[in-house]
């Protein structure tokens, strides 16, 4: 008999022609009848009424249900042999345009053979490329199944498509390769559903009634030839389940396993957080005192903590993680703050240092005596400064070292490393995240921090074995931020009135951020990609200009539209002085306009500034608009954010900054962005090796799904933590937890 670990040649040999069984291993991945079975349509077709057709456009390629309404066989003379040869000529009707489609043959039954399959009336789907021929619409090279007949009709020749004798309402395309139609594993995925042994079900019985899924056999049967819509609902829901259950199980026995990890409570003792406290010129909001308390608890506990802290830009989260920085300081141990850039590291050494005031001067002539150290560590720092930070981080003289990627050489060492703050996490690898807390004797605990705002579901699917916090509402003195569209495809005009309003924010003595997606040329910051410019369908188009680059635009402005203005520059590539000098500069109101790239994207904190121009503002992605514009409006004024383009209205390039300048909201714009970007490339690739490998589940459609499934995770674990009645579940679990995508969910 045929299990699903047979090799996918005893099913897909024997219904397709050669070498597909070998391609659809090497493209497809495609080994066994099981992976054959789990390679899922990707749409449907109903089958019962013809496609509607909008528009064409030649050379796109069609997908229809279409009927023969014309189908005649023509003779001609060959020009190259001087014989005479047939043709048939046919045309298909769909719910819109018609298409000819036209069949070669030398001989004149092969092409009456053909006529007799293409009768009029007959339905079929055809898939091939739209071209236009005298003025009329053709279907080029077309591949095809036709409905009705028997498999006597088939014809050696391939042109002429497949014949199925019995159609189900819904007839399934398939993700495909070269070597490998969909029509291909249509039939092998049919003839294996009839030959193949019953499959073990890996959900217990009683999760399925509970949640009303239908068995796996079932299951597959529905997905691959469903009768009805609701059919293939129940299907497509009962592996979604599935899918997100088994990834539930593996968070919650990753929780356990934490919980049970030996650790160091960090309780206090000392008396530098009360010192801070008392200092403090403004009163913690009411998220900042409940997150708090919350980090506070987990931080007294004798297993490591491991919290995610999310909230909006400027809603205060870096307050909260110094609070726990200095109780650990208090409990004798040390801090570490990895930041993704210099700019960003530098920018948190300066608001450390500043909220602490003489209390970040312990040990130094006018330090208060509960005071600490904070020092800074990053790549390009002399070989001096390098070296007094390594040693204050060794001696436990530094209660705080803030860093980039350089904190996690193999060289740096920690007297007692009792806490690591992660700043904009999805900004590292994982690998990256986990050297810094292998540096510490005892597992450290870890708080990571992001402002970009992750739905409930993504949180429960990426960081299920992460507590989560956040922090909504913003602290007194924040002022609201109008953002506004400057569509220069219809008003091109209007760039004239955007530098004027520059002008007029410094007449005020305000500052402003002139931010552009390139530095010189077409050069990127590193890490960086930006959106593609895109058409009205999605597709990626070429800019119709050269992108604004920093060091091209601050020259202009200076001799141009902002002459007179004092302009200044700041991107990644400059020396790490220069980056710092352009900072303070900026900081302390001697520079009028600041024009720079991403680099102001997180951390900058500049009360003074109240405008912020994007230009090419369609090449941002959504979160990184809403970052961006998150560093005007801090010190009490209104903040005005202008976000520059010539994308054509109705292009998702336009949807895109229309949705940010909607709304602030930053929950709000995570799932418009979610909605429209693969979910994986949202939060950045390196963070989310697992999540963008999810196959059938989406974590804002499948949102209730995702949300059952962890309460069957959670009851299943409480009534059978080594899922030993469930020994194919345990199997699914098992495996998971052991691959590169559980390696991931670990370290993260």
Sequence with gaps: MISLDSPVATVLGAQTKKGTAKNAATRLGIR???DLLYHFPRRYVRTGELTKVKELRSGEMLTVVGEIVESEVNSYLDRRSGRRAYRLDTVLQTDGPS???????KKEYVSKHHAKRFAVGRRGLFVGSVSTFRGKWQLTNPKMVLFGGTDEDDLADETVGATVASVKALFPLYPQTKGVDSWDLQRAIAFALTVVDEPRDPLPDDVRREHRLPDLATALRQI???DSWPELQAAQRRFRFDEALVTQLVMARRRAALAELGGQARAGGGGLLAAFDERLPFTLTRGQQQVSAEVMDDLARPHPMNRLLQGEVGSGKTLVALRAMLRVIDSGGQAALLAPTEVLAQQHLRSITAMLGDLAQGGMLGGAADGTRVVLLTGSMSKASRQESLLAAASGEAGIVVGTHA??????QFADLGLVVVDEQHRFGVEQRAALTDKAGTPPHVLVMTATPIPRTVAMTVFGDLEVS????LPAGRAPIQTTVVPLADQPGWMNRVWDRVREESEKGHQVY??????????LEQGEADAPAEDEEGRPVAPAHALSAAEEVVEELGEGALRGLRLDLLHGR????EKDRAMRAFAAGETDVLV???VIEVGVDVGNATTMVLLDADRFGISQLHQLRGRVGRGGLPGLCLLVTSAEAGSPSRERLDAVAATTDGFELSRVDLEQRREGDVLGRSQSGYFSSLQQLRVLRDEDTIVEAREAATALLADDPQLERAPELRFLVTELEHSRQSDFMEKS
């Design 32 to 34: 066994t009848v099981g």
């Design 99 to 105: 298409l000819r489609m036209s069949f070669f043959s």
């Design 224 to 226: 691959h030839a469903p």
């Design 407 to 412: 904190l996690l050489q193999e060289h740096v």
């Design 470 to 473: 956040t922090l909504t509402e």
């Design 514 to 523: 002139v931010v552009c997606p390139r530095i010189t040329g077409d050069e």
């Design 574 to 577: 400059l020396p790490p002085d």
């Design 596 to 598: 720079a790239t991403t």
